[in-house]
C-alpha cells in the first residue's frame, strides 16, 4: 500500500477526529500534534509489520454555516 487516507473533522466537543478512508480505523485527540500521533499508532496496530502504507495523508474538512 503506497497512500493513505484520513478525513480529519473538528470534533463537536472540541478536538479532532480522524478516519481513514477505505479501511477502518478511527482515532481521536486534543490537538493536531497528539492527532498525528494518534494515526501513526492507529495504523501500525492495524497492519502487520511492513504490510501499512509508506504515506499518510491528512484530508482536513471543516464545514462552515452562513446565514442566507
Known amino acids: ?27 481521536e485527540a486534543e490537538n493536531l500534534d497528539d492527532l498525528r500521533q494518534q494515526v501513526r499508532d492507529a495504523v501500525k496496530c492495524h497492519f502487520d509489520e511492513g504490510q501499512g502504507p509508506k504515506i499518510i495523508r491528512l484530508h482536513f474538512v471543516r464545514e462552515e454555516v452562513i446565514a442566507a
Open 1 to 27: 500500500m503506497e497512500e493513505m487516507i484520513f478525513m480529519v473533522e473538528n470534533a463537536p466537543e472540541g478536538g479532532y477526529t480522524a478516519k481513514a478512508l477505505g479501511e477502518s480505523i478511527f482515532t
